[in-house]
Nanobody, 127 residues
Framework: VQLQASGGGLVQAGDSLRLSCAASARSFSTYDMGWFRQAPGKEREFVAAISLLGTRTYYADSVKGRFTVSRENAKNTVYLQMNSLKFEDTAVYYC?????????????????????WGQGTQVTVSS
């Protein structure tokens, strides 16, 4: 599975952005999808995840209520709508695909569970 993330950019605090991640595989709907981010000098961290049929989602506390993850399996695409962006949201954002034994935090937050990763898209929020 090849993943291509896009939609990043430079915005001001309070603005919105929508990231997209397009997958190459017809089996896209058999993968749970996650978004992670990595800020300069920091470890990669979990942002959000969505189950393979889009019926369940999970968010990091830091983005809950501001970010929304969704997917369109017919288009092999997952999205991350980011509203009320903050300076601390500045990072490279990665999408990832994996098959979780169960859609629970213990699996979703574990980046080892994701077999495929996109190349990342830069999001910069100016304060």
């Amino acid at each position: 599975v090849q993943l291509q993330a896009s939609g990043g950019g430079l915005v001001q605090a309070g603005d919105s952005l929508r990231l997209s991640c397009a997958a190459s595989a017809r089996s896209f709907s058999t993968y749970d999808m996650g978004w992670f981010r990595q800020a300069p000098g920091k470890e990669r961290e979990f942002v959000a995840a969505i189950s393979l049929l889009g019926t369940r989602t999970y968010y990091a506390d830091s983005v809950k209520g501001r970010f929304t993850v969704s997917r369109e399996n017919a288009k092999n695409t997952v999205y991350l709508q980011m509203n009320s962006l903050k300076f601390e949201d500045t990072a490279v954002y990665y999408c990832a695909a994996g098959r979780m034994p169960t859609f629970q935090a213990q699996n979703i937050l574990d980046d080892v569970r994701y077999a495929y990763w996109g190349q990342g898209t830069q999001v910069t929020v100016s304060s």
